[in-house]
């Protein structure tokens, strides 16, 4: 029986690419800080093939029991997938985020995936065609203003995907990660907004209703990411998984123009929370 151990598995795209593993009949471990959300992950499946902890993806320690414990019970004491999906957000001018919630969102979106590559490693090399599968996202293709810590760690996440893809060959591991754009998750409205008092904040619903309804920056369901995890293992080729695909476009204009991509984006993209488009 395959296994697949889920960051940041108690809501948005962690819990769908559990429930869709799950559903393949995989063993699977989802893992969050939030207690009620796997309580509700559990209810819904039941306890046949899934495991889970309240686990903070930022305690080394904690992590690393977690992932022993888990892999203890797998077939080969190994480890299939292992997916860095735990993320957070802070918002706002550069200069107005406090520094210790930027440093929050860096331990959370770029040292924790460190400490997953650390802690998985041992348990993947023991799985023929193991995969690391880590979450980034489309600002890393170019740092989007108003999010630039964010952007900076996905960019992060981007990078070490590709120098672990090169090195992991020669232990039988594979490494990928995907980039989605517009995520219809719960961090479209708990991404904090540091900014004046001018910039109006908007609800879930408001920004549902702002998000462009065709492009690549459509709002799509956090079940779109599932599926191209499921389908990232399926495929050993790829290395990086676009949602929607045509964000693959940022990246390679990017290579041409930076500055073409970056007027794009600013006519594009809105920026939620901010009254501008």
């Given at each position: 029986?395959?296994?697949?151990?889920?960051?940041?598995?108690?809501?948005?795209?962690g819990?769908?690419?559990?429930?869709?593993?799950h559903?393949?009949?995989?063993?699977?471990?989802?893992?969050?800080?939030?207690?009620?959300?796997?309580?509700?992950?559990?209810?819904?499946?039941?306890?046949?093939?899934?495991?889970?902890?309240?686990?903070?993806?930022?305690?080394?320690?904690?992590?690393?029991?977690?992932?022993?414990?888990?892999?203890?019970?797998?077939?080969?004491?190994?480890?299939?997938?292992?997916?860095n999906?735990?993320?957070?957000?802070e918002?706002?001018?550069f200069?107005?985020?406090?520094?210790?919630?930027?440093?929050?969102?860096?331990?959370?979106?770029?040292?924790?995936?460190?400490?997953?590559?650390?802690?998985?490693?041992?348990?993947?090399?023991?799985?023929?065609?193991?995969?690391?599968?880590?979450?980034?996202?489309?600002?890393?293709?170019?740092g989007?203003?108003?999010?630039?810590?964010?952007?900076?760690?996905?960019?992060?996440?981007?990078?070490?995907?590709?120098?672990?893809?090169?090195?992991?060959?020669?232990?039988?591991?594979?490494?990928?990660?995907?980039?989605?754009?517009?995520?219809?998750?719960?961090?479209?409205?708990?991404?904090?907004q540091?900014?004046?008092?001018?910039?109006?904040?908007?609800?879930?619903?408001?920004?549902?209703?702002?998000?462009?309804?065709?492009?690549?920056?459509?709002?799509?369901?956090?079940?779109?990411?599932?599926?191209?995890?499921?389908?990232?293992?399926?495929?050993?080729?790829r290395?990086?998984?676009?949602?929607?695909?045509?964000?693959?476009?940022?990246?390679?204009?990017?290579?041409?123009?930076?500055?073409?991509?970056?007027?794009?984006?600013?006519?594009?993209?809105?920026?939620?929370?901010?009254?501008?488009?």
């Amino acid at each position: 029986m395959k296994s697949v151990f889920i960051t940041g598995a108690g809501s948005g795209m962690g819990r769908e690419g559990a429930k869709l593993f799950h559903a393949k009949g995989w063993r699977v471990a989802a893992v969050d800080r939030d207690g009620a959300g796997l309580d509700a992950l559990g209810a819904e499946l039941g306890t046949e093939r899934l495991w889970t902890r309240v686990v903070d993806v930022t305690d080394r320690d904690a992590l690393d029991r977690a992932l022993a414990d888990f892999c203890a019970g797998t077939s080969h004491g190994g480890l299939d997938m292992m997916w860095n999906n735990a993320g957070i957000g802070e918002g706002g001018w550069f200069e107005d985020v406090p520094y210790d919630a930027a440093m929050r969102v860096v331990d959370v979106n770029f040292k924790a995936v460190l400490t997953g590559a650390y802690g998985a490693l041992p348990y993947l090399r023991k799985a023929p065609g193991s995969l690391m599968f880590s979450t980034s996202s489309s600002s890393a293709t170019y740092g989007m203003p108003r999010l630039a810590v964010y952007s900076a760690t996905k960019h992060a996440v981007k990078g070490l995907t590709e120098a672990l893809s090169a090195e992991w060959w020669r232990h039988g591991v594979r490494v990928a990660d995907v980039l989605p754009g517009l995520i219809d998750t719960a961090i479209l409205t708990s991404t904090r907004q540091h900014s004046d008092a001018s910039a109006p904040t908007l609800s879930s619903e408001q920004i549902r209703a702002a998000a462009p309804k065709k492009g690549m920056f459509r709002l799509l369901p956090a079940s779109s990411v599932a599926e191209a995890a499921w389908h990232a293992y399926q495929h050993p080729t790829r290395l990086h998984w676009y949602v929607p695909p045509s964000i693959r476009w940022i990246d390679r204009l990017k290579g041409v123009s930076p500055e073409f991509v970056r007027s794009r984006i600013l006519k594009s993209l809105p920026t939620f929370g901010t009254g501008q488009q």
